[in-house]
């Protein structure tokens, strides 16, 4: 379930998912495998941890992985942030808020 991947000396934690989530404060890149059903991955609160940043991954060509900030905390002003199969989303916490940094099919 989990992998570490390096990054200009710094330590990502990987985690490789095919049902719903809540990520945790130490979780980094989330790869969700939705091709046996949809699901959620949830985010932590966005409050304290200003500047985190979570890269999250569909890696299925069928399903959908949807994005939900915690509690009522907003995506760009949405509840939740869905995409095409097969697309990366990074996002990054805002005082209470998250903000979607990139999303690019990859």
């Known amino acids: 379930r989990f992998r570490r991947l390096y990054q200009e000396g710094n330590r990502l934690e990987v985690v490789s998912i095919t049902v719903a ?6 979780d980094d890149v989330i790869l969700g495998d ?3 059903g949809n699901f ?3 985010l932590p609160t966005a409050v304290g941890i200003r500047g985190r940043v979570y890269t999250i991954k569909n ?3 069928t399903g959908t992985v ?3 900030g915690a509690g009522s905390e907003t995506i760009d002003g949405a509840t939740t942030v869905q995409g095409p199969q ?3 989303r990074a996002l990054s ?3 209470a808020a998250w903000r979607l ?4 099919a990859v």
Do not use: F, Y
Not at 21 to 26: D, G, I, M, P, Q
Not at 101 to 104: F, G, I, L, R
């Open 93 to 95: 916490a805002v005082w």
């Open 34 to 36: 939705a091709s046996g």
């Open 40 to 42: 959620t991955v949830t």
């Open 59 to 61: 890696t299925a060509a």
């Open 21 to 26: 989530l809540t990520a945790r404060v130490s």
């Open 66 to 68: 949807t994005i939900d």
């Open 86 to 88: 097969v697309q990366r």
């Open 101 to 104: 940094a990139a999303a690019s």
